[in-house]
Nanobody, 128 residues
Framework: QVQLLESGGGLVETGGSLRLTCEAS????????MAWFRRGPGKVREFVAT????????AYASSVKGRFTISRDNTKNTVYLQMNSLNAEDTAIYYC?????????????????????WGQGTQVTVAS
């Protein structure tokens, strides 16, 4: 079974940076892509960023655009989320997700249902 493992979460001060890592056990998502979602206190899980495996096309939630960057390493089956200018609203459990189905360029996957596999999450806490 495909496994996703997140790491890199922790405690950071407002304005600081963190880089999250998600390692996939194989290349199952090569036709689709991988993404980051998050669930903050008292909130539902929301889309953060996604990357198409082929070509590296990316999309971001408006709340993180310009501050977060998603990237991939094809040789390691790994995606990263570089988070800069963090604020209290970024405090959440961050989840890695993988999409096995083909991602056509016109349909950017931003919904939970677009993804087939999920990691267990890594906690990011931003001190206010």
């Amino acid at each position: 079974q495909v496994q996703l493992l997140e790491s890199g979460g922790g405690l950071v001060e407002t304005g600081g940076s963190l880089r999250l890592t998600c390692e996939a056990s194989d290349r199952t998502f090569s036709r689709g892509g991988m993404a980051w979602f998050r669930r903050g206190p008292g909130k539902v899980r929301e889309f953060v960023a996604t990357i198409r495996w082929s070509g590296g096309n990316t999309a971001y939630a408006s709340s993180v655009k310009g501050r977060f960057t998603i990237s991939r390493d094809n040789t390691k089956n790994t995606v990263y989320l570089q988070m800069n200018s963090l604020n209290a609203e970024d405090t959440a459990i961050y989840y890695c997700a993988g999409k096995t189905r083909y991602w056509i360029l016109s349909n950017v996957p931003t919904k939970e249902d677009d993804y087939d596999y999920w990691g267990q999450g890594t906690q990011v806490t931003v001190a206010s």
